[in-house]
């Protein structure tokens, strides 16, 4: 019988964004309470599944995620650079349509290729270090499940590689919303499923929206 193993993609919760910019991988951006509320349902939603390993990305907001979800557990938050965020040449400023950087000519030049995309780190880079992180948990967990904290772009972008789905795409058509948990199952080394759930659901009406997540 093959053996069952399953990898869990976990987005962060709400962040504190008062300015709400586009945050990507700038340090201070914390969870808000809302935020810290969705990570402890995300606790909840694995706290009687088969978890034996728990990864994070190293920024703060990925890192308070895991921790609830750690404890829960009795787990150590191991740290895995490769679930980062996607690096983003707007990082800092308002990215809305009619404001912000799309306001001013000057940006527009990173704005020629949305299939790399021209503003960021190409989706492919993000998609080949994202299975290659899981990769590396779905060995050490064989037989088992883990979780993997990471961010929208790089969860949705994950998930489109392993569809052998275009990896360019709208941002407003993303299932990953915060806290959601996008889930590989694999029997042995073959992948035979992928799920998608939002433990925080009905606190998602009181989020606001966040770029750069």
């Given at each position: 019988m093959s053996e069952r193993t399953v990898i869990h993609l976990l987005r962060h919760g709400e962040v504190h964004n008062p300015t709400k910019v586009l945050y990507g991988r700038?340090?201070?951006?914390?969870?808000?309470?809302?935020?810290?509320?969705?990570?402890?349902?995300?606790?909840?939603?694995?706290?009687?599944?088969?978890?034996?390993?728990?990864?994070?990305?190293?920024?703060?907001?990925?890192?308070?995620?895991?921790?609830?979800?750690?404890?829960?557990?009795?787990?150590?938050?191991?740290?895995?650079?490769?679930?980062?965020?996607?690096?983003?040449?707007?990082?800092?400023?308002?990215?809305?349509?009619?404001d912000g950087v799309l306001k001013n000519p000057r940006t527009w030049r990173y704005l020629?290729?949305?299939?790399?995309?021209?503003?960021?780190?190409?989706?492919?880079?993000?998609?080949?270090?994202?299975?290659?992180?899981?990769?590396?948990?779905?060995?050490?967990?064989?037989?088992?499940?883990?979780?993997?904290?990471?961010?929208?772009?790089?969860?949705?972008?994950?998930?489109?590689?392993?569809?052998q789905r275009h990896l360019w795409h709208d941002p407003r058509r993303r299932q990953c919303s915060l806290a959601s948990v996008t889930s590989f199952t694999y029997e042995g080394d073959r992948l035979v499923s992928i799920a998608y759930t939002e433990p925080a659901a009905d606190l998602l009406p009181q989020a606001n929206p966040v770029p750069g997540a």
């Open positions: 700038l340090p201070g951006y914390l969870l808000s309470d809302l935020g810290e509320r969705m990570a402890a349902r995300a606790a909840e939603y694995f706290a009687q599944r088969d978890v034996v390993r728990v990864l994070s990305s190293p920024l703060e907001r990925a890192r308070q995620t895991a921790a609830p979800v750690a404890e829960k557990l009795g787990l150590e938050v191991t740290v895995d650079d490769r679930l980062v965020e996607s690096e983003n040449v707007f990082e800092g400023t308002a990215v809305g349509v009619g020629t290729n949305p299939f790399r995309p021209s503003w960021g780190e190409p989706y492919i880079r993000v998609a080949l270090r994202m299975h290659a992180a899981a990769e590396v948990a779905r060995e050490a967990a064989r037989g088992h499940e883990v979780v993997l904290v990471s961010h929208q772009l790089p969860i949705w972008v994950a998930r489109l590689s392993a569809e």
